[in-house]
């Protein structure tokens, strides 16, 4: 007699039916990479509790380290069309990893400034690469399937990451980076053994990488999706730079209870996120599952305002998790359904590139209102800004998107 899982189990395994073994193996990549994420979450404590930096100088590095993103992101996209995605993710997270490991050996800010901005550029170009990647190998009835494989396998390894990272902070912080890299070394490695003899399933012609970009920019609906993605991430990147600080300095937790929020962020989304996509998909689609993300995410900083007790640190972080599973799969599988197949490296190019400008954008807004009005106002400001998105999203006359009317 043959064992048969629990009706449950298997319902919950059936999300992840239908995919490529390539879309599962770029899946392991991540989460390889994933594992290892534990600079950015604690280079802001890192800045300023270990360096000693001022708020201002650590708002500067935070903040050139986006615009690093921003350029990565962007060159990252425009080489996937002219030299392949497998190029340059093997290049990116090896270089990347050789550079967490070599930033660690820098103290000054003259020093950590402008190597933050050159390693982002490195690092961030991964992003639209991966994205490409997913796309060409995934079938296009699994396309939201295959970002979510992705997206969750991110978050895990994120779970895994910052709480390591947290343990790692208490002993040294340097170590933080040399794990890292090694885990992006490791990544480059089982990538390249695996995908370099890899054909993707619609590997498109080779596009002019200017000719790419004006009608990229021309996409005027395209553009204003990205205007909307950008402004959730900017709020939702509160996570990498205010709200750090926020628990260390007003709630008084400390590297290894901090670290452990994080993971549980990452623990919840992998859980969790596959089902609700696929729930999402069928009842509200793309437009009001963000939309709502707006809102869940100001009921997240509300809770922040609540209390300074670590109850109420959690529930901003369990809150702030569901309103990033609402969101933040429809912005990525909705901007890739913008894109044709000659140019799709350079529309997720300008996808990526609006989150890195907000990773940028995020810490100088929230560090900026701290420094000149304190945490106090920090969490309603947030919150009257995720409003306005939301009638945008909600009472906008443009047409559905493809995503709408597209099952997983």
């Known amino acids: 007699m043959s064992f048969r899982p629990p009706a449950f189990v298997q319902s919950y395994t059936a999300h992840y039916e239908g995919l490529s073994r390539e879309a599962w193996m770029l899946a ?94 490195v690092t961030e170009s991964l992003r639209p690469a991966n994205t490409s990647s997913v796309a060409r190998y995934a079938k296009p009835e699994n396309l939201t399937k295959a970002y979510s494989l992705n997206r969750m396998a991110i978050n895990l390894g994120f779970s895994i990451g910052p709480a390591v990272g947290g343990l790692l902070a208490a002993i040294s912080y340097p170590l933080l980076f040399w794990f890292d890299g090694l885990t992006c070394l490791l990544a480059s490695l089982v990538f390249f053994v695996y995908f370099r003899k890899r054909q993707a399933r619609s590997e498109a012609p080779k596009s002019p990488a200017l000719a790419g970009l004006v009608k990229v920019f021309r996409d005027h609906r395209h553009l204003l999706f990205l205007g909307v993605c950008g402004g959730f991430a900017v709020l939702f990147f509160q996570l990498f730079s205010s709200i750090p600080l926020y628990f260390r300095e007003v709630a008084g937790l400390n590297e290894k209870s901090i670290g452990l929020l994080f993971a549980l962020n990452g623990i919840l989304v992998f859980i969790v996120e596959m089902p609700l996509v696929a729930w999402l ?52 599988s909705l901007a890739a359904r913008f894109a044709p197949d000659a140019l799709r490296g350079s529309y997720m190019g300008m996808f990526a590139l609006s989150f890195a400008l907000s990773h940028s954008i995020a810490p100088a807004l929230g560090l900026g209102i701290v420094e000149q009005l304190g945490f106090a106002w920090l969490w309603p400001i ?24 597209t099952p997983i």
């Open 281 to 332: 998909s069928r009842t509200w689609g793309g437009r009001k599952s963000i939309a709502a993300g707006f809102l869940t995410l100001g009921l997240s900083f509300l809770c922040f305002y609540a209390g300074h007790t670590y109850g109420w640190m959690l529930a901003g972080i369990l809150v702030l998790s569901v309103a990033e599973m609402l969101a933040l799969p429809f912005t990525v």
């Open 382 to 405: 947030l919150t009257f800004l995720c409003l306005p998105p939301v009638f945008a999203l909600l009472l906008g006359r443009e047409r559905e998107t493809p995503m709408e009317s």
């Open 28 to 121: 392991v990549v991540m989460l390889i990479n994933r594992s290892g994420s534990m600079v950015l979450p604690f280079l802001g404590l890192y800045l300023s509790a270990s360096l000693h930096f001022s708020v201002a100088q650590t708002a500067t590095v935070l903040s050139l380290f986006g615009i690093g993103a921003a350029i990565g992101s962007l060159i990252g996209g425009v080489l996937s069309d002219r030299i392949g995605s497998f190029r340059v993710q093997f290049l990116s997270l090896a270089l990347g990893g050789l550079g967490l490991i070599g930033f660690s050996f820098l103290k000054t800010f003259e020093t950590l400034a402008p190597t933050a901005l050159v390693l982002a550029i």
